[in-house]
């Protein structure tokens, strides 16, 4: 990270330090920390399968959750999570860490090939997993995840966006729709849409770097 | 497409980040990546802030069958076994072995005692006389038709190079077939380009340090 504010929701919150657990009797190491994990992502690049192993307990839980909001389906979801650590080990020597943190770089691993499955599913006929994917942003969804992050940066600046700003990268962000797929979803106009995102996208970030 | 503002370069990482652009663009921006740092620090900043929107998510146990699966895609050598793998392997690993210690072998007499340069010196008639191969640090004399030397006169092997005097490499041995020993800088000498030129010269060697007497033979010295 260059120039940008610490994450310390991400690196360091209770929600997946409880990593901490007996896997087949051998206890996995306690991993909580950007170091910890950047190091890990280095023995890798080395071929070390044991930090592999370390890594993927660690984190495959919540690289999980992302793809399994993404595909909206538990055995999609496990492909792209299967494919995702295939991505880690091969390209563990490629990850930059004066660049991101080393969990950004997975997460955006695994929400890049999910956003690229859905993108193939979709050139298909409309399917129903499309249209669960796209039920799974319907208003009520927002409200769960909302009172969830409350107390978050992120869920500080998300609250200055518009609702249609929001709606949109969210829905961008996780379903990979295009522009001109998002503006026939929202039935709005697509240079609205691209406004939406846009000026979505700036204000987010500078309220995450003020 | 123009890259290179500030403003230009933020907001198309923006809507790579995103997800916003065609593919045609998208693979374009990839590409651009490829060889500039700086606009993927640039992307890495979005990338960062937008994973904050996976932050509220709840972690989802993985099922264990996916750990295998993810085992036996970065080790596809344990898949599909041959059943009479320890055989194989052993015939394998016996057949790496042999040839490993075979290369060994060949590497430390090749490196030990070499043919590096070898020349094959022609009479005035272009008969060939005699053939030098350099090693290491002797030169081998083997000879074809050499004439005989009569008595109070000797042989004298010199190197001359491109630009230069020629340089005494020694003496050939009477009966013409031995070795001749290289000096530190006589081995120097004949890694470049040089002649070899054999001298007809008093018993002993050419008293100057040059050559006295006619050239009897010479030839170039090739690298093999």
Redesign the interface.
């Known amino acids: ?4 504010t610490p ?1 310390p ?2 690196t360091s ?1 209770d ?2 330090s409880d990593a901490l657990t007996v896997f087949d009797g051998r206890v996995a190491i306690l991993i909580t920390d950007a170091d910890d994990l950047a190091t890990l992502l280095a023995q890798c690049s080395l071929g070390n399968r044991r930090a ?2 370390t890594l ?1 307990r660690t984190v ?3 690289l ?3 793809a ?2 993404c595909m909206g389906r538990s055995d999609l ?2 492909d792209v ?2 494919e995702s ?2 991505r880690i ?2 390209n563990a020597s490629r990850y ?1 860490a ?4 080393p ?2 770089w997975m ?2 691993i695994t ?1 890049n090939l999910a ?1 690229d499955q859905l993108r193939k599913h979709r050139e298909l006929p409309l399917s129903d997993l499309q249209q669960d994917a796209l039920a799974d942003e319907s208003p009520s969804a927002h409200e769960q ?1 909302d009172s ?2 409350a107390a ?4 500080h600046c998300l609250e200055r966006l518009e609702g249609m700003q929001r709606q949109s ?2 829905i ?3 379903q ?4 001109s797929e998002l503006a026939h979803t929202l039935d709005a106009p697509l240079g609205s849409v ?1 406004s939406w ?2 000026r979505g ?2 204000r ?2 500078r309220c ?1 770097e003020s | 497409m123009n890259y290179q503002t500030p403003e230009r370069r933020r ?1 198309l990482a ?2 790579y ?4 652009m ?1 593919p045609t663009a998208r693979k374009r921006f990839e590409h651009l990546l490829l060889d500039d ?1 700086a606009l ?2 640039e992307l ?20 264990e069958h ?2 295998q ?2 085992v036996a ?2 080790e596809p050598q344990t898949l599909h076994v041959p059943l009479k793998r320890p055989f194989w392997n052993w015939l394998r690993l016996g057949a790496v072995a042999c040839s490993l210690l075979i290369v060994l072998t060949a590497g430390l007499l090749y490196n030990r005692d070499s043919v590096q340069y070898q020349a094959t010196l022609l009479s005035g008639t272009a008969q060939p006389g005699l053939r030098i191969e350099a090693h290491a640090d002797y030169l081998k004399v083997r000879p074809l038709e050499l004439s005989a030397v009569e008595a109070g006169r000797s042989l004298e092997l010199w190197a001359i190079p491109v630009e230069g005097k020629p340089v005494s490499l020694g003496l050939i041995p009477a009966d013409g077939d031995g070795r001749i020993a290289l000096s530190q800088s006589q081995q120097q000498l004949i890694r470049v380009p040089v002649v070899l030129a054999v001298s007809l010269e008093p018993q002993g060697g050419s008293p100057t340090g040059q050559p006295t007497g006619p050239v009897l033979y010479q030839g170039p010295l090739a690298t093999l």
Do not use: C
Request: no cysteine; glycine share 4%; aromatic share 8%.
């Open positions: 990270m260059i120039g940008t994450q929701e991400l919150t929600d997946w592999f192993e993927y495959a839980p919540r999980h959750s992302v399994l909001r979801a496990q999570v299967q650590f295939v080990w091969h930059e004066h660049v991101s943190a969990l950004t997460i955006t929400r956003i995840l969830a992050r978050s940066a992120l869920g990268i969210t961008a962000y996780f990979g729709l295009s522009a691209k995102i846009r996208m700036e987010l970030r995450l | 907001a923006a809507d980040a995103i997800g916003l065609p740092g993927r620090a890495a900043r979005w990338q960062n802030h937008l994973t904050l929107l996976t932050e509220p998510l709840v972690e989802q146990p993985v099922p996916v750990w699966a993810v895609r970065i």
